[in-house]
Nanobody, 124 residues
């Protein structure tokens, strides 16, 4: 079992930045990969970024590549999502999740534990 708690969301103007955090407890944090997803009203949950257990490998959706950075601190049991140059279309609830190990890091079905989400709103 893994418990995840996201924080750091809020309201920001277009072009601004936010850093999301996801604190994990339960299973050994350094034993699993993690991902960030987002879901806007009326839309399906979509992949944003993922990071391997060691942090050596990272993956991004094309829509956020070059603007968002995923990182992790295994000593603090925390994964981060640094979001720069935010756009109104980034508005969504952001979720962190634990990868089940299937290898399909871009699919929400590959994740078996989820946080409650944190709202990010970008105004134009």
């Amino acid at each position: 079992q893994v418990q995840l708690v996201e924080s750091g969301g809020g309201l920001v103007q277009a072009g601004g930045s936010l850093r999301l955090s996801c604190a994990a407890s339960g299973r050994t944090f350094s034993s699993y990969a993690l991902g960030w997803f987002r879901q806007a009203p009326g839309k399906e949950r979509e992949f944003v970024a993922a990071i391997s257990w060691s942090g050596a490998n990272t993956y991004y959706a094309d829509s956020v590549k070059g603007r968002f950075t995923i990182s992790r601190d295994n000593a603090k049991n925390t994964v981060y999502l640094q979001m720069n140059s935010l756009k109104p279309e980034d508005t969504a609830v952001y979720y962190c999740a634990v990868d089940s190990g299937s290898g399909t890091y871009y699919s929400p079905y590959a994740y078996d534990y989820w946080g409650q989400g944190t709202q990010v709103t970008v105004s134009s």
